[in-house]
Each structure stands twice: as structure tokens, then as C-alpha cells.
């Protein structure tokens, strides 16, 4: 498989229900190794939608109350009872259409009521938006494993993509030490999750090109709602990709929300998902 990008589909912003956002969506796609980026980007766009409107509520009913104290006490029942009801359901063996859908609230609630918390008494729902921060990981990785969803489970397609990595980087006998010239099992290892995190930093560097290159040609957005999607592609967490100083890449195999990659493709998720379509800057708003 090429790792080029090729987009010949221009996408100005419209919903996903159009189709110049589906024939986007198809290219990005087409090549199997970045598929990854597109599925975990629209799963957690989706989490973090359903977290925003519980939020909305919440924040509307603290408003009406006493915002400080209602805050302070919701973050103190969701430490306790929407994580006990979180782990009863995830443990739960029935895999019924009603606890799915119910562990799925649960981790939305449990984001909502941090987002809650940490909202100062004078945010309004404009100023304070949940974003995958909010989530716990083991909440980010439960959804990314969901293979009820669509796309199925996207974290074990992360780690199928390794192999297939290290075999394009270091030939089909990667896994024979004595080939790879490691002096021990650790040496070898070693090597291994230095190759692969190379290859992957290299996939994402790849990704974020060709997104700059197709949505801002020549540095310029080729329409204004697209233009909301700048600071997600120009900042520092970017650059520093770009010159091969990514933040934290060997936790991206077991924590793929921290990929620039899937960050981006969240934020494109979202402005192309956004329920109102709105064209303010606060619908992009990310860690």
C-alpha cells in the first residue's frame, strides 16, 4: 500500500449528508493504512457531541440553581455513582442493545459532569465546551473498541496496522532476532517499537500534508467555514510533528486520541456533523 495521500475531491464545509463530504470521506479512506484516522476521528466527534448536549443540560440546569455548588456537587456524585453504574455495565456479560446504548451515556454523563466542574460560574455554554480532555481514558478506549459501532473495533485495527508497518520498514523477518542483529530479547523489542513508532509518526505527518495541501492550497482556506479548521491544522502541536518532534508517539498505539492524525479528523468530524452547522469558532473547540 502507498503511503501517499491523494485528494483530487474538494470539500468547502458542507454537512456529512452532502455528497462532495462523502466522496471526501471515500478518498481519505481508500487507502486502508489511514482509515484508522478517519473511523477513530468520527467515533470520538460522536462521543463528544453527545457529551456537549449533556453538558448544555447540566450547565442550564447549575445556572438556574446555584452554578458554584451545583458544579462542586456534581463532579462528587459522578466520582462515585456514574462510575459505579459505568463498571456494572461494562462488566455486564448481556450485550443488549439497552446497555450499549446505556454504556455509551455513561461515558458522555461522566465527560459532561467534568466538563461541568471545571467550568468557571460565569461560562456559558458558548464559552465552555467538552472536548476528548474530558474523557477518561478508559472511557476514549472503550469507545474505540466498541465493534458495535460502526467501523468496528478501531483500536485492534491500530494494532493490525503494526505488523504491516514493520514488515514495509524492516523486511518479512522482522520478528527473527538473530536477522535484525539484536543482542537480546529486550535489544529486539526495542528496535521494534523504534521502528513502528517511526512509521506511524511518518503516516501522520503524511496525513496532515495532504489535508493542509487540499483544504488551505497555497496557505489560503479554499472557503470561510473551512477556514474554522486552521488552528486545528496550524499550531504547535503540528509543527513539532512536522519536524519530528511529536508529543508522547509511543503512547499513540494504545492511546490513538492522542494522534495528531485522529485530532484533526475529529475537528473535520465535527464541523461536518455539527448538528446546527454552525460557523462559530467554539464547534472546533479541542485539547
Known amino acids: 500500500m502507498s503511503r501517499e495521500l491523494e485528494l483530487t475531491a474538494t ?28 473511523l477513530a476521528g468520527k467515533r470520538l466527534g460522536d462521543d463528544v457531541q453527545a457529551a456537549q448536549t449533556a453538558f448544555t443540560v447540566e450547565r442550564r440546569a447549575a445556572a438556574a440553581e446555584a452554578p458554584a455548588a451545583k458544579a462542586s456537587a456534581v463532579k462528587k456524585e459522578s466520582d462515585g455513582e456514574l462510575e459505579k453504574s459505568f463498571k456494572a455495565l461494562d462488566e455486564s456479560a448481556d450485550d443488549a442493545d439497552e446497555h450499549r446504548s446505556a454504556r455509551r451515556q455513561a461515558r458522555a454523563a461522566r465527560a459532561a459532569a467534568l466538563a461541568a466542574a471545571d467550568a468557571s460560574d460565569d461560562s456559558d455554554d458558548a464559552q465552555s465546551e467538552v472536548t476528548v480532555e474530558d474523557f477518561e481514558d478508559v472511557d476514549l478506549s472503550s469507545s474505540l473498541q466498541d465493534k458495535t459501532r460502526t467501523g468496528g473495533n478501531v483500536l485492534m485495527m491500530i494494532r493490525m496496522l503494526r505488523p504491516k508497518l514493520l514488515t514495509e520498514e524492516l523486511g518479512n523477518k522482522w520478528h527473527d532476532q538473530a536477522t535484525m542483529g539484536a ?105
Open 11 to 38: 470539500w468547502l464545509g458542507e454537512p456529512h449528508t452532502s455528497p462532495a463530504w462523502t466522496e471526501y470521506e471515500r478518498q481519505l479512506q481508500k487507502s486502508g493504512r489511514f482509515s484508522f484516522f478517519v
Open 183 to 287: 543482542t537480546d530479547d529486550d535489544e529486539h523489542k526495542e528496535m521494534l517499537d523504534l521502528a513502528f513508532t517511526t512509521s506511524l509518526v511518518q503516516l501522520n505527518q503524511v496525513f496532515i500534508l495532504a489535508l493542509r495541501a487540499n483544504l488551505f492550497p497555497k496557505g489560503t482556506a479554499v472557503s470561510d467555514r473551512i477556514r474554522l479548521l486552521q488552528p486545528v491544522l496550524f499550531n504547535k502541536k503540528m509543527e513539532d510533528l512536522m519536524c519530528n518532534r511529536p508529543d508522547s508517539p509511543h503512547e499513540w498505539l494504545t492511546k490513538p486520541w492522542k494522534m495528531p492524525g485522529v485530532i484533526v479528523f475529529t475537528a473535520l468530524w465535527q464541523l461536518a456533523s455539527s448538528l446546527q452547522h454552525a460557523s462559530t469558532s467554539s464547534l472546533l473547540t479541542l485539547p
